[in-house]
DNA sequence: GAAGTAACCTACTCGTAGTAAGGTAATCGG
DNA sequence: CCGATTACCTTACTACGAGTAGGTTACTTC
């Protein structure tokens, strides 16, 4: 039920684990890396457990192999789209689209990323740290809004995401960093978020382009 | 030797709840959630596995209410810097200052948070994923080195930081709305980023006051 | 100082990660 | 065509840690 037919014929081990890692990516972004269970894959995949260790070594063995797969896919679209460009500006843009093309389109790989991370996906543990971010959003965006009303809400809330998980992984480099204040961080974060929003204030929208062409402000809260 | 003294006195259940979730935060922190042990955080307190239970019911009850008290403390620090403040962008900054302030204070649970996110902290599974920001992170580094050569590579440390947090987060965001393309998602970062690095650009440093008021580019890659 | 309650313990069950040792099918030299 | 080597695969275990049942000890209150 869970991949197609019920293949119980040999297989060479390169093959064998490929289709290994695809059925652990489904149980571990479905279930979460805890409440896997090996015995739960090795079952969906047609296969007693120990081949699993004599392929991957361990549960976490797997998982890691996952990520190496799912980085090296990321890679490839990424370096693919930026290869070539020599302006920064257009490399740069590309490699964004790519990246978030990449999210799209691999959602299964990418939630493992993201989520298994943090090997609670679905845990109330998860939920408990994802509040702390979407509390940050809201206030984020409580604050963008009183400064930039007349913005459509979906780039509110694409802004206040994007400040949020700026903070968050700027906060890493600044715990690890010698000789950078608090202040400091705040201001690098500023300047982005600050000096960036600014052509949308100071010309309402003359000077910059709309992202959405037209998309009439549709609010966009619930998970 | 972990904690203080070899307490063996009983004890009201506020105070001892407090006590277990400051050890489980730092064995969660040290050794990553799936390989704390119950028994290992319940020998530390001085007291038996079966009262951690009465008091958190769980293994992820444990993790969540160390959490949630992280959680509290943070927004009491955003929340008291921020307050009375109308100016936004005051407030903002103000806000953004508190937060790098908690991270670097109470390094311990902002580190729970960051990590048992991925419960896997210290894993290589947890290292896996780290890589792929971290060559996403020098990626982007050196692209904005051709475009802005004179900043400080400290400051393009932090702003490659900013854009791998943002575009992590906003990949988030953009899977699960609706109505939003590749495209759109990689010019909201475009904006923040480029927009947002302009006046580096632009005037040199004239216009904007460097966050550093001398530090010459001191350099800081590894860990 | 008896009764009640809140803190605490010992001693278990059960599920799951990980392993030992052996079976079966393909491949290859003769 | 046939034994032998190799590689895929299995059943049947051990070890350890999450979670629990039920009893014990120390404080409190009248």
Redesign the pocket.
């Known amino acids: 039920m869970t991949t197609s037919a019920p293949r119980k014929?040999?297989?060479?081990?390169a093959e064998?684990e490929q289709q290994m890692l695809t059925i652990a990516e489904e149980v571990f972004v479905e279930q979460g890396f805890v409440a896997?269970?090996?015995?739960d894959i090795a079952a969906r995949v047609?296969?007693?457990?120990?081949?699993i260790?004599?392929y991957f070594?361990?549960?976490?063995g797997l998982l890691v192999a996952c990520i190496r797969r799912a980085k090296a896919e990321l890679f490839d679209c990424v370096a693919n789209a930026a290869a070539g460009i020599t302006d920064p500006e257009m490399a740069l843009r590309s490699g964004f689209t790519a990246f978030f093309r990449y999210a799209d389109e691999h959602r299964l790989s990418w939630q493992l990323v993201l989520n298994n991370e943090g090997a609670l996906a679905g845990s109330a543990a998860a939920e408990a740290i994802e509040e702390i971010r979407t509390e940050q959003t809201t206030l984020d965006r409580a604050l963008l809004e009183t400064f930039v009303p007349h913005v459509p809400g979906q780039t509110l809330d694409a802004i206040a995401e994007i400040i949020v998980g700026a903070c968050e992984r700027l906060s890493r480099w600044y715990v690890r960093t010698e000789g950078v204040t608090a202040e400091d961080a705040a201001e690098y974060v500023m300047r982005l978020a600050w000096y960036g929003l600014r052509p949308l204030v100071a010309s309402s929208d003359e000077n910059v382009e709309p992202v959405q062409g037209s998309h009439p402000a549709q609010e966009n809260n619930g998970a």
Chains 1, 2 share one sequence.
Do not use: F, H, Q, W
């Open positions: 014929k040999r297989m060479p081990r064998r896997s269970s090996m015995d047609g296969v007693s457990k120990p081949m260790y004599e070594g361990s549960k976490e």
